[in-house]
């Protein structure tokens, strides 16, 4: 029964997104992480983003080859992630739950979008604005929208991690059977809990790549609902700009006529540029509003951290289980 009700738990745990909450599974990702393996992942990727850069660079323009060449070694080490450590599967349930929370982003919109939109709306009609955004070529624009994210998850990743802290020294015996309820551990528990003394304060514990693991759940989750948002922001200003801005107003405020990409003159190159430079700078005031408005914080907070403290509570008699097993 034991051995069942470990494979069960693991089984459960990979189904929502916890990896790491694996024994055996983290073991491996701890091998994967040592240095001379991550070092080698490293070297490679700053290789092949370097060669790819300097050949972009030659072709079309350095700035460009900067942000392809960024682009490539990013893209490399997320393969290596992905596929090495696991974060497809942590990925994947973020995912599913981010979008099964859709509703919440009307809420955030309504509260967020008004006051943003009408700062970003002046922006928008700021000849400088155009002047910056519309000089940014792909390699620069792309870079900046990098740096608007990095900042957003910057800001994202310690109130995650500040958030769960407290996880682990809340967990009691009414806690266990709670979070054990309707999982393959739930008739496990009770025996546990009546026959053993469990040592919760210490059983309860989470650190290390668990605790990562806890936070790349909820960042990716929140990341997804934050993309989405600015992504409606550039498909407003796409279309607020085609209708409202005319092309001798786009001519007056960048020196020269605009340019369309092949097809139906409906839409500038200078006007997608300028639209996802201020949806990059939107998703990072979104990010910002998830995080300090306390209404928003306990709607989707409350859901999700309820999933996730019920995953810290099987987790403890997962650990109990494992230790109770035989070598």
């Known amino acids: 029964m034991p051995d069942g009700a470990i494979a069960a738990a693991e089984a459960w745990f990979l189904r929502h997104g916890l990896p790491y909450f694996v024994d055996d599974v983290r073991e491996q990702v701890h091998a994967r ?29 350095a ?14 080490l997320a393969l290596y992630g992905l596929r ?5 599967v942590i990925a994947a349930w973020a995912l599913r739950r981010a979008f099964g929370s859709l509703g919440l982003l009307l809420p955030l919109a309504t509260r967020a979008l008004p006051m943003l939109l009408l700062f970003i709306t002046f922006l928008f ?23 608007f994210a990095a900042a957003g998850v910057g800001f994202l990743v310690p109130r995650m991690a500040q958030e769960l802290d407290e996880f682990d020294d809340r967990v009691h ?54 993309l989405l948002l600015a992504v409606a922001v550039f498909v407003f200003f796409l279309v607020f700009g085609a209708v409202a801005i005319d092309p001798s107003v ?6 020269h006529p605009p340019t369309y990409p092949p097809g139906p003159h409906v ?3 200078e006007l997608i540029r300028v639209s996802t430079f201020l949806a990059g700078f939107s998703g990072l005031y979104f990010t910002v509003t998830a995080i300090t408005d306390e209404t928003y914080r306990r709607e989707f907070f409350t859901v999700i951290m309820r999933e996730l403290q019920r995953a810290v509570g099987t987790r403890v008699v997962y ?3 494992r230790e109770a097993a035989p070598a």
């Open 250 to 255: 786009v001519t007056a405020w960048i020196g």
């Open 33 to 61: 992480l040592s240095r001379p393996r991550v070092g080698a992942v490293a070297v490679s990727g700053g290789v092949a983003g370097v060669a790819t850069g300097v050949a972009i660079g030659v072709l079309e323009s």
């Open 173 to 226: 015996e009414d806690d266990l059977l709670a979070a054990t309820a309707g999982t393959p551990l739930e008739a496990v528990t009770r025996d546990l809990l009546a026959d053993d003394d469990i040592d919760l304060p210490r059983q309860a514990q989470v650190t290390g790549l668990q605790m990562v693991n806890l936070v790349l759940v909820l960042t990716v989750a929140q990341v997804v609902q934050v």
């Open 84 to 88: 090495a450590l696991r974060v497809s």
């Open 267 to 269: 839409v500038s190159i």
């Open 63 to 76: 700035s460009t080859g900067v942000a392809v060449g960024l682009s490539v070694a990013l893209g490399w």
């Open 125 to 147: 009609i700021n000849t400088e604005v155009w002047q910056v955004a519309s000089a940014l070529h792909g390699g620069v624009l792309w870079t900046s929208i990098l740096f």
């Open 319 to 321: 650990r109990v289980l």
